[in-house]
């Protein structure tokens, strides 16, 4: 298929449009029902190239695609499904429905690992809304207008965003509470703009932001990061977008200026990579002199298939691209449905790195995106007849745990950090402990200790929760 042949114009449909498309015809009436009503709970958005080039409608509803970005009545538990399917065929109450949603959404953790409450940077006490500062040199900058994507994953960990829980969005409606915040920590090396997908936004507009960050006073940044999903669900935008044109001008400008611009492409499965357009967007990313990193979680019923994987890695490898991360779906949002146990995903990992040469091995993980930090599996091994989890942490709220290796005991359900117990008979992980070293791991862990106690208690209740349904 040439490039001319995919769509152009982008036509993005949501709960209330879908039955537009014509492959709405082509969904059973369960599935259809499923859509309408988990919708309600997980934002939904999709479009035409997802529909028509990325999802194969005969192997519907296991296509992963499709699994990917439309809501599947599993992503509940049944009790929840059949209460919220009742109040929105039949009884359509609006009211109802609105607190059975919130209280279905409070209970989905909607910001794991303290993005709200510990990863916000404070000025005279007053908290900036559209930044997060969680590692020393980098700032994460959420712009207003890039609080949407092209289509919306189900397994997003930053659904909030997008279902209008305004009181948990990250949005920064200018960049001078950013450039001012740069100013005075002059640790900060890197600026990741996300969101939502930045990549939404035209290319004046992200021009505006990016200009802000190459001025003279903030020579300390390094690099600029850009988080986006568009090069799989919407690759024109590299490509035969009306502006396409000035965004690699864009990216141009900024390694001109003696920075290093890397787009942080989130991939989910290798047929995100296989089109044509596809392709032809990695290789207008990299001619510009910018860097594509590749990443994305594990996810059951998505990308457990390892040859999958190798094959995403191998083929970004020889378009230009880096593979960087392989995360562990975070646990927030549908989790139960999408989890896998840890000791899979590094079966997963493991049999995926073998099948790629060594320019492939840059990937790292499977790594947990945790309220402490990174934490990498790096394998499963026995001491002292004790067969353990080895981990490490690959980044973290305290530099000096990075590159530290511990153990846990091995848990063959365990699917996040918070389900593990430290090995060798010890209470507590060495990030846990009550000796600090020096005042500032002290700080740290006053927050980490009493943290990942409650996440342990919310993670032994929604695991009973997930069992019982």
């Known amino acids: 298929m040439t490039i001319d042949q995919f769509p152009v114009k982008f036509k993005p ?14 969904m059973s009436p369960d599935l259809q029902e499923a859509v309408q009503v988990v919708s309600h709970v997980l934002p939904f958005r999709t479009n035409e190239y997802v529909l028509d080039h990325l999802i194969d409608w005969n192997d519907i509803p296991d296509d992963p695609i499709f699994r990917l970005t439309f809501p599947h009545r599993d992503m509940l538990p049944p009790a929840e499904y059949a209460q919220l399917r009742e109040l929105v065929l039949f009884k359509k109450d609006e009211a109802a429905i609105a607190r059975l949603v919130h209280a279905i959404r409070m209970r989905m953790n909607p910001h794991p690992a303290g993005q ?40 997003c960990f930053r659904w909030p965003q997008f279902a209008g829980m305004d009181n948990m969005k990250f949005d920064a409606r200018e ?37 802000s960050l190459l001025v003279p006073e903030l020579g300390h940044i390094q690099n600029i990061r850009i988080g986006t999903k568009s090069v799989s669900y919407w690759p024109q935008r590299f490509v035969s977008d009306r502006d396409a044109d000035d965004l690699r001008r864009l990216f141009e400008r900024v390694v001109k200026a003696g920075k290093n611009l890397a787009v942080m492409g989130h991939y989910s499965h290798a047929v995100e990579l296989r089109s044509e357009i596809a392709q032809k967007a990695v290789k207008s990313i990299v001619s510009t002199g910018a860097t594509l990193r590749m990443q994305g979680p594990l996810i059951r019923h998505i990308n457990e298939d390892p040859k999958s994987w190798a094959e995403l890695w191998t083929t970004g490898v020889r378009l230009g691209a880096i593979p960087y991360y392989m995360f562990v779906e975070r646990d927030t949002g549908p989790s139960a449905y999408f989890a896998l146990p840890l000791a899979r995903a590094h079966e997963i990992f493991q049999a995926a790195y073998q099948m790629v040469s060594g320019l492939a091995r840059t990937v790292r993980g499977p790594s947990m995106s945790a309220f402490p930090g990174k934490v990498a599996i790096d394998g499963i091994v026995n001491i002292h007849g004790e067969k353990l989890f080895a981990l490490q942490f690959l980044q973290a709220r305290d530099p000096d745990w990075v590159r530290k290796p511990f153990f846990a005991r091995f848990d063959p359900a365990a699917t996040w950090l918070d389900h593990l117990v430290p090995a060798f008979g010890k209470q507590k992980f060495f990030f846990e402990s009550e000796e600090p070293e020096h005042e500032h791991e002290q700080a740290v862990r006053r927050t980490v200790v009493p943290i990942m106690q409650v996440q342990r208690a919310d993670a032994h209740i929604r695991r009973s929760q997930s069992d019982a349904a």
């Open 175 to 211: 960049t001078s509470e950013l450039v001012s915040y740069l100013k005075n920590h002059e640790e900060v090396t890197d600026v990741l703009i996300t969101g939502g997908d930045p990549m939404v936004m035209n290319t004046r507009s992200l021009a505006d932001i990016i200009g």
């Open 116 to 155: 709200m409450t510990h990863n916000v940077p404070r000025v005279n006490d007053a908290p900036l809304r559209g930044l997060q500062h969680k590692y020393k040199q980098t700032v994460l900058f959420f712009p207003s207008a890039g609080q949407s994507c092209h289509a919306y994953c189900t397994f």
């Open 13 to 26: 449909y949501t709960r209330q449009s879908i039955v537009q498309a014509r492959q709405w015809q082509w």
